[in-house]
């Protein structure tokens, strides 16, 4: 399988594991500022972009490739896409999301904005 279909099914694994969380999925390869977010969903009233990694094995820990480059890719997404539906004030967070083997790891806040 391609890096493009594993990472299609990890971002559906993912999504499928926030909604059954309780959380109200927005967007989905949403390209906001020019960044492509993978995910983007409301955890109660908190904005969070999610960034999901798939790995195959269940011991890697693909959280450990988000460089410091898409990490301020993504802040810069969060400031695009809350300028453009005015949610000026909202709380917002970053999560990484990591599918390895099938398996879900939630790293709630793995990066702040001033990375």
């Given amino acids: ?6 990472g299609y099914i990890g971002e559906q694994i993912a999504a ?8 109200r999925v927005l967007e989905r390869n949403s390209r906001q500022g020019g ?6 969903a409301l955890d109660g009233d908190v904005l969070v972009l999610c960034e999901v990694k798939t790995a195959d094995r269940a011991d890697a820990h693909p959280s450990e490739w988000v460089s410091a480059g898409q990490r301020r890719r993504y802040v810069r997404a969060a400031e695009a896409y809350i300028a453009r539906r005015s949610l000026y ?3 917002v967070r ?10 879900v790891r939630h790293i709630r806040g793995a990066f702040d904005a001033d990375c």
């Fill in 94 to 103: 970053f999560d990484v999301i990591e599918v390895c083997g099938g398996e």
């Fill in 16 to 23: 499928e594991y926030l909604a059954r969380s309780g959380w």
């Fill in 89 to 91: 004030g909202k709380d």
């Fill in 1 to 6: 399988m391609n890096g493009r279909a594993k």
């Fill in 35 to 40: 960044v492509e977010v993978d995910i983007i």
